[in-house]
């Protein structure tokens, strides 16, 4: 489950909702409050892929060769130099490439990697669970107020569906706040290890960017899965 799929379940959840609770009287439309764009680290998407990989044989088609005396400098340097000297990058060229091949090596940018995606699913699986405890909790009452009108009850439908709608809303708000804090969360790590473009922000350039980076290393962990 990614960030993105989560408001296709939750859109899931409100139009079960809506059909139960139409033997009574038709609910109002409970709109959700759409997820910002943000890093999406649990499913990169494949097109973002395909670009990154034509970029990359474009940027290798262009570049002149170098001498194998270039190449012993490049490797002579160390990772904080090569780091500090892609640090005002515009695009991904063969020195980012370099230096993200480098952190797979040299630090545990894969593992943080991995737990950045393990802990979103879990609090997807957390926020789903709880909009979806609430909307049983909502079912409940209506189920309530039908048996009352069943036995000639005075009821009161408009006000358990505003009150419904209400308690939707303010949960839809919380499930954002919580994955836009999750996603700093994740930025944070990652700018903490030096991952080019990465920084704590809420700028679609600049994520934009970081979903490439995002892509370049997601196929390295899928490489490393594949040689085990």
């Not at 993200?100 to 943080?112: A, H, M």
């Amino acid at each position: 489950m990614d960030i993105n799929h989560i408001l296709s379940l939750l859109k899931s959840g409100a139009e079960q909702h809506d059909e139960q609770a139409s033997t009574h009287e038709p609910p109002s439309t409970t709109p959700l409050v759409n997820l910002p764009s943000s890093v999406d680290l649990a499913a990169i998407d494949p097109d973002v892929i395909q670009q990154v990989r034509q970029e990359y044989w474009a940027t290798q088609q262009q570049q002149p060769k170098q001498t194998h005396k270039d190449d012993d400098d490049d490797d002579d340097d160390s990772l904080d130099m090569l780091l500090d000297a892609i640090q005002g990058a515009t695009r991904i060229n063969s020195k980012v490439l370099m230096a993200l091949g480098r952190l797979t090596k040299e630090t545990n940018v894969l593992s943080v990697l991995q737990g950045c995606k393990e802990s979103q699913h879990r609090k997807e699986k957390e926020l789903y669970q709880q909009r979806q405890e609430l909307v049983q909790q909502h079912q409940k009452q209506r189920d309530a107020l039908f048996a009352k009108e069943l036995v000639g009850a005075p009821v009161d439908w408009e006000s358990l569906e505003k009150q419904s709608e209400k308690e939707l809303k303010q949960m839809d708000t919380h499930i954002v706040h919580e994955m836009d804090r999750e996603i700093r969360s994740q930025q944070a790590k990652l700018a903490k290890l030096r991952v080019p473009f990465f920084k704590v922000t809420s700028s679609m350039d600049d994520i934009k960017m970081q979903h490439k980076v995002l892509s370049i290393l997601q196929d390295m962990i899928d490489d490393k899965d594949d040689e085990k």
